[in-house]
């Protein structure tokens, strides 16, 4: 039992983030079919009180626990439908950003048509610009502005704008990695470039892999984040409203939708952003206690078994 208790203690980082993923996770699959989640997000722009009309963004109430939007939704509804949404972009934006990492690491390592070269440049280009910038820039360029995949070709923007910086990252454990005796045996035999990645160098990084994958979560939330704040959001549509005039409309329910009307909000209804803030820091603690969790755990022997 005590052994137990020492391990719990030892491990209380990593346990309690996994139990906050849990809910998270649990709030995005289960959330919309709870009694008082609204799913049709229903606008009621105005009400009648006590004779009075009042209209929308309602503040916090028994009936709206965390008030509503300037449309008003509810926000604890709104919360809760963007879940899903919201987890699946940051998901999908670091998958792909690690599906390029880990192939243009390899080739740095081993000094591949100049990869090394490539990936290095990369990542001191983005130690002087912020990625927020490069992700803006990008972004507003035209052909991805009237692209019909605008959603997609962002999320691969935000995932390749970091991908350098990951490689330069995975190159140097790859590097580490090299200099083990385990990996005479495998140039002893001769085995391929692809047979030395799988059977030689990444069954002794997936820990470092995973810890990666988890801390780069919750640094796409952050950025999702950042760009929601000054209105730039994955599944934004350019939208005529006027003879030659054109807007950008978000169409998505994700959290950092609520944040762009930050400013107007801060000097109001500043319920609105501070819920999915709060939200979205607490989800990107998540992954911050997981990743810490995990760098606690006994590191794999550099031997076979």
């Known amino acids: 039992m005590r052994q137990y208790v020492i391990t719990i203690k030892r491990?209380?980082?990593?346990?309690?983030?996994?139990?906050?993923?849990?809910?998270?996770?649990?709030?995005?699959?289960?959330?919309?079919?709870?009694?008082?989640?609204?799913?049709?997000?229903?606008?009621?722009?105005?009400?009648?009180?006590?004779?009075?009309?009042?209209?929308?963004?309602f503040p916090p109430s028994r009936e709206h626990v965390m008030g509503t939007d300037r449309d008003g939704r509810d926000i604890l509804s709104l919360i809760v439908m963007g879940a899903s949404q919201t987890l699946l972009i940051v998901c999908l934006v670091t998958v792909i950003r690690y599906l390029v990492a880990i192939p243009l690491a390899y080739m740095a390592h081993k000094r591949v048509f100049g990869i090394d070269t490539l990936v290095k440049s990369l990542n001191h280009f983005l130690s002087y610009v912020p990625t927020i910038i490069i992700v803006v820039i990008l972004a507003m360029l035209p052909p991805i502005i009237v692209s019909d995949a605008r959603p997609f070709a962002l999320v691969i923007i935000i995932a390749l704008v970091e991908a350098g910086r990951a490689a330069h990252t995975m190159k140097l454990d790859f590097n580490a990695v090299a200099e083990k005796e385990f990996m005479l045996s495998g140039a002893a035999v001769g085995a391929s470039s692809l047979r030395m990645l799988k059977a030689y160098y990444l069954p002794f990084l997936y820990q470092k892999l995973i810890i990666y994958v988890v801390s780069d979560l919750g640094k796409v939330m952050f950025l999702l984040g950042q760009l929601g704040f000054i209105g730039v959001f994955v599944s934004q549509e350019l939208v005529q409203v006027e003879i030659g005039m054109f807007e950008l409309r978000n169409e998505s329910i994700t959290w950092p939708?609520?944040?762009?009307?930050?400013?107007?909000?801060?000097?109001?209804?500043?319920?609105?952003?501070?819920?999915?803030?709060?939200?979205?820091?607490?989800?990107?603690?998540?992954?911050?206690?997981?990743?810490?969790?995990?760098?606690?755990?006994?590191?794999?022997?550099?031997?076979?078994?």
């Open 11 to 57: 491990h209380a980082l990593l346990l309690c983030g996994l139990l906050m993923l849990t809910f998270i996770i649990g709030m995005a699959i289960f959330g919309p079919s709870l009694s008082f989640i609204d799913e049709n997000l229903e606008e009621v722009t105005h009400t009648l009180t006590d004779g009075q009309l009042e209209v929308a963004p």
């Open 257 to 305: 939708m609520l944040l762009m009307d930050t400013f107007m909000d801060l000097r109001g209804p500043v319920w609105i952003i501070f819920w999915p803030a709060c939200v979205m820091t607490v989800t990107i603690f998540t992954f911050n206690m997981i990743a810490q969790g995990l760098q606690q755990l006994p590191k794999k022997r550099d031997s076979f078994m």
